[in-house]
């Protein structure tokens, strides 16, 4: 059975003017460890698409499933870990404390969450950094963090939407080629959204292809290995 599936997807967000439907008959299938990307131009529906993987908003209509069970349930037995556009640390905890903060939320002891977060940097070469503040790193470094938290409750699926687009062209490099060995360690699945035709098609296995008015699937293409 397929990691997440979504059948005949329709989203329609209300306005005051009316329902704008950014989202029309999405089927898809993504298999456990892949990494795939939703790639397209703005508005065709790319972040929408993850919020709905990660429940964080509910279908008009259409069925969403991830690993067997209703996105909803997933959510709640913490299948997911995301990652957004700009990283989301507060700069008055330190580095490894930003990592460690889901840990600490489900009441993980303070020396199991501190020895975990360190294994967390150094997957994303950060260690050295742990006990800095957010506002010290640059945003690349911000950004690893970020996934470093992302990552600390072994989420079987990682989301991430335009992690790096914030970030300028040789920072993204690196930073595409450190996710490929991150995901080498761990083997989860990996949904990443990105406008980037170049970026799809060197991160991922599959590259799901949206058209806009309304938000579409409108290509699926797989990507032969071995990667760059
Ligand atoms: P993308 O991530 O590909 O840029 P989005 O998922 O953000 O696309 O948006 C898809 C469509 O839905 C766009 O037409 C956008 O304007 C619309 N949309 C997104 N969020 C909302 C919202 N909260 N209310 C109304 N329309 C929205
Ligand atoms: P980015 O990923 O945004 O390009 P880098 O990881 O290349 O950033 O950071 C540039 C280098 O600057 C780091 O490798 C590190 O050696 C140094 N650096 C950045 N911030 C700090 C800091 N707060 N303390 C010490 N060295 C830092």
Known sequence: TP???LKDVEMRYPTDTGDVLALHQVSLDIGKGEFVSLLGPSGCGKTTLL???ADLIQPT???????????????????????????????????????????????VSKIERERKA??????????KFAD???????????????????????PEILLMDEPFSALDEFTRERLNEELLSVWN????????????????????????????????????????????
Not at 62 to 68: M, P
Not at 132 to 150: E, F, N, T, V
Request: no cysteine; charged share 20%.
């Open 132 to 154: 800095q503040y957010p506002w010290q790193l640059s945003g690349g470094m911000q950004q690893r963090a970020a996934i470093a938290r992302a990552l600390a409750m072994e």
């Open 61 to 107: 209509s259409g069925s969403i499933h991830v690993a067997g069970k209703t996105a909803k349930e997933a959510r709640l037995a913490q299948k997911y870990g995301i990652v957004f556009q700009s990283p989301v640390l507060y700069d008055w905890r330190k580095v490894k404390q930003n990592v460690a903060l889901p840990l600490e939320l489900v009441g």
């Open 185 to 228: 360690n761990i083997q989860n699945t990996i949904v990443f959204v990105t406008h980037s035709i170049p970026e799809s098609i060197f991160l991922s296995d599959r590259v799901f292809v949206l058209s806009p008015h309304p938000g579409r699937l409108s290509a699926v293409v797989e990507i032969p290995l071995p990667r760059p």
């Open 3 to 5: 990691e997440i599936q």
């Open 118 to 127: 360190i294994e967390l940097l150094e997957l994303v070469g950060l260690e």
């Open 51 to 53: 919020r709905l993987m």
